[in-house]
Structures are given as C-alpha cells and as structure tokens.
C-alpha cells in the first residue's frame, strides 16, 4: 500500500509541473464529464426543449425532433424546414400543438402522422397566403394520457411572454379526458393563453351556451360539434327513432370524459314505449380490450333477445370493433344491426384485422350482418356527394360549395407536392383535413387581430376576443365545413358527416349530412341571437 502511495506521489505530485499537469487533467475530465453527462438528479436531454421523464420525451420543439416515432419524421422536418424558411427575425406568431407524440399502437401512430400533417399544410398555407405576422408551429408532447401535461404547460407560459417565440394559441388535444381538461383550464383560466381544440369533442370541454357566468375556460374555441351535437345530428339523419329501437352499450371507465358525454349525448330518450336498458361495460384503459369480450358477448346475448336493432356506443375505437365481432358472433334468428357512435371511431378501420370483415359481412355476404356509423367532423366525399345529389346541385348552397373548393385546393397542395415531403396523407378519417381546419382557424384569428396594424404582433387577449368574430363575412372556410363561432366558442350548427364501415369494401364510406340544429346552417354562416 505504501509503494502504491509513493507512486501516486511521485508520478502525480512530486515537483510543481507534475501538480500544475495534474489539476490541468483534473479540470479537463471535469469538463469533459460536465459536457457529456447530465447533472445528477437532472433529466437526460431529448432533443431542445425535450426532455426525458418516466421514460417519455416531454417538451416542446420546432426544429424537426421526431420524439422517437418514425411515423412522423417526415413531416416533423417538413415543420422545422418551414419555421426556419419562413421565421427567422420576421414578425411572426407560435402555435403550439399538443399531442400525446409517443402512442405504443401503430395504429394511433398512423392516424398522430395525419393530425400533424394538418397543421403543417395549414401553416404552409398561411405562411404564403396571409399577412404578417407569419406563423412559426411546434409540437408538443404531454405524454400518454396527458399525464405529464403540467411541465408542458409552464412551457408553453414561459413561451407566451418571450417576445423571440410569441406564443399566441395551443390547439391539438385529441383525447377527452380529465388530465386534458386540466391542461385546457390552466392554458385559458390562469394563463390566458387562446386554446382551439380541434378533436375533443366532450360537451364538458366546451363552454355553455347562455351562460350568465363565468366561462369555465375563457379563451377556448372549438371547431368540432360536442358529443350532443353529434348525437342531435344523428337523430336528425335517421329521423328521431324510436326509443324501443334502440340501446346503448356504455364504457363507465373512470377519467375518460369522451365516453362519459357521448354516453350523456345518447341517453335521451324518445318518445314511445322504453327500449331495453342501459348495458355498461368497464374496460382497463383506451386500447386495452381486457376482459370485455366476455362482456361483450352477454351484452351481445341479451340484445338479441331485445326489440333494438341500433346500437349506440359509447366507447373507444378498440373496445367498438370487439363488441361488433362479438354481436356479429351471436345467431340471432337473422337480425341484423346497425352501431353508431361518435367522432371517437373515425379511425375504425385500421385497427380491423385480416378475419374481421368476414364476421361482420355474416354468412350470406349480400347485407352486412353488423353495419358500424359514426358521426365524423368531415369526410373527403361529403361535398361532391351532397352536390351530386339532384336537389343541392340545382341549389348550390355555400355550405357545400365553399368547403368543396378549399378541400380541393388541399388536395391540389397534397398532390403536387410541392409542400414538401411529409409521408403518405390520407384523409378518409377526417383527422387531416379537421386538424387543417383549425390551424386554419388561429390563423384567421391572427389576421384578424391584426388588421389595423399590419406587421405587428397581436396580444393573447386580442386573439382570444377573435373568435367571437369568426362568422359571416368573417366566416372560415374548412375543408370539414364552415366554421362560425358563438360566443361562447363553439362552431355553430356545423356539418356532420354521417360515415359507414362497408366490410365488404373495407373502407370508411359516407352516407350523407346530419345537421345538429337539425337544418342547415344559415346561408351566410350568421349565428342566430341567444345562441352563444
């Protein structure tokens, strides 16, 4: 011990080159280690303004990370390629668009790819249509669920007082639940920050109509029809049926808003006799199945011994396609079955597998056995189809006609291609044309904000009192639809795209228009007095 003593001495210490070379290299593999090691106790870096928590990467960034989904690399690129061309030290607003951007299943993978494609060709619009200021997009990831959605949020408030980043509006938010809900009430409660949320459709996460209070979220607005707005125009559509008709099959899982309000949305009851009674089921979580396939059958059995013959479901896309192989599976003396359920579903097909068209076309093949429809926010055939149709093609309404040419002109963007590389864009699930739609939205809200002092920045407060103008002349032209707001935020009388799963085509096919007021919006998109 002592020889290895006097060694350490003599090479480390023993006249004063030998210390000054030793603390020189002492200092340097600090550095070195400051440099390329986290700090203890410190989260390890994703990328800028990402960092790793419980396994996820939580933050917010601009410049291309893919938060370790390849599905999205593309287009992430595509937004970072954009922010940089188009920024720079030009006047120019942020909008940030939160998302849960690490999903397990390819499926959401998929369908996440086709909402941030949205947003990026409707900043790529922007950015060469509108006035200054220009429009900078970021994506934000809350983690799964939401559940780390707080970090996210002071983010984004450091964000909306930077003058570098001018945070002006947080849209996105594709899942209904009660870690969403926070995010939304903070972001416009506390922080006046402009939120639009483009896919959550909860009635929950709306403020009411003629409320003599306080909006519980000021500050919001909303391009999608709430669950009640949904299930209003589906019973407009199908022409108010009869409650013995029908039965509703519920998931009463705790914390998911969505399932609660189109549960709420669908429980009305219609004049007549009583239907059968409510059949609730609990599933684990959004995409585990669980043990309700053996729910799922019982509830099946009983139904057939009932007089309904539509099925509402409130549930989410993974439990829907088991509980209809499941009533496609019980003999029922021939009886066949219409499911309908809310905007939740529009991503049905891609979690079908090889077997399942089969179950659901049933055993002579001419008429499906199980027929599923849903209310969807838009649908890429609605305004052909509608305009096809012998009394709206003498007509011509704008309600057809506007959206028609702006979902062209998208299409026209997508096929040349001259947006850039962002992946293969499909639009039958209505994800990319709503999510489009509502950037869209911000970015008239901008505009409009702005139209007495070009150049300049508008202030959170300025963009949020917009969307109380957003109608009439001042009407957004979406490729879902026209969007005028009410006062309280929300898209008034806004088309529903009434949508079917053909198992023998294997695609998402529309059948028609319903209409929440249960008429057509007004010719030049003016919201009625007492609406809002």
Avoid at 302 to 325: D, E
Avoid at 418 to 435: F, P, Q
């Amino acid at each position: 011990m002592r020889q290895f003593g006097n060694w350490l001495y003599n090479t480390f210490w023993a006249n004063w080159m030998r210390r000054i070379l030793t603390l020189l290299g002492l200092v340097a593999a600090g550095v070195l280690l400051w440099v390329f090691l986290p700090p203890i106790g410190e989260p390890e870096s994703c990328a800028s303004g990402v960092e790793k928590h419980g396994g996820e990467c939580i933050g917010v960034n601009g410049s291309g990370y893919d938060f370790g989904t390849p599905q999205i690399s593309e287009v992430a690129r595509a937004i970072a390629k954009e922010n940089e061309r188009f920024v720079g030290d030009k006047p120019h607003v942020t909008v940030a668009l939160m998302l849960p951007l690490q999903p397990d299943i390819a499926a959401e993978r998929v369908q996440l790819r086709s909402e941030i494609q949205g947003a990026y060709l409707a900043q790529y619009r922007s950015n060469r249509n509108e006035s200054t200021p220009l429009m900078r997009l970021v994506l934000a990831n809350p983690g799964d669920g939401y559940a780390q959605q707080a970090k996210v949020v002071d983010q984004l408030a450091a964000m909306s007082t930077d003058k570098s980043q001018n945070l002006r509006a947080v849209t996105g938010f594709n899942l209904s639940l009660d870690a969403t809900e926070k995010a939304i009430s903070r972001l416009t409660d506390e922080l006046h920050i402009p939120v639009l949320a483009s896919r959550v459709s909860a009635d929950e996460l709306a403020n009411p109509e003629k409320s003599t209070g306080k909006a519980p979220y000021p500050g919001l607005a909303r391009i999608i029809p709430t669950n009640r707005q949904q299930a209003d125009a589906l019973a407009s559509f199908h022409g108010r049926l009869k409650d013995e008709e029908t039965v509703l099959v519920k998931d009463t899982r705790s914390h998911d808003i969505y399932n609660d309000s189109l549960a709420k949305a669908f429980s009305r009851k219609e004049p007549g006799p009583p239907g059968p009674k409510d059949q609730p089921f609990e599933s684990p979580s959004i995409t585990d199945p669980g043990d309700t396939g053996n729910d799922f059958t019982l509830i099946a059995q009983n139904i057939c011994q009932s007089s309904a013959r539509y099925v509402y479901f409130a549930g989410r896309p993974v439990h829907l396609r088991l509980f209809a192989l499941k009533l496609a599976d019980v003999q029922c003396k021939g009886k066949k079955y219409t499911i309908v359920s809310g905007s939740g579903s529009a991503t049905l097909n891609r979690y079908m597998k090889g077997d399942d068209w089969a179950k659901l076309r049933g055993g002579d093949g001419k008429e499906p056995t199980i027929t599923v429809q849903y209310a969807a926010p838009g649908h890429p055939a609605a305004w052909d189809t509608e305009l096809g149709r012998e009394g709206a093609a003498k007509k011509r309404p704008d309600y057809f006609t506007e959206p028609q040419k702006e979902l062209r002109e998208l299409r026209l963007l997508i096929g040349r291609g001259s947006a850039g590389d962002i992946g293969d864009v499909r639009l039958d699930d209505s994800r990319t044309m709503l999510v489009h739609d509502g950037v869209r939205t911000i970015a008239k809200a901008v505009l409009l904000a702005n139209a007495q002092t070009e150049g300049t920045v508008p202030s959170l407060k300025r963009v949020s009192d917009m969307w109380q103008r957003i109608e009439a002349t001042n009407r957004v032209v979406g490729t879902s639809g026209l969007i005028c707001l009410t006062n309280a935020g929300n898209a008034y009388d806004k088309p529903v795209a009434v949508v079917e799963l053909n198992p023998t085509t294997r695609k998402l096919e529309f059948v028609g228009i319903g209409w929440p007021q249960g008429k057509p919006q007004p010719a030049d998109c003016r919201v009625p007095s007492g609406t809002g």
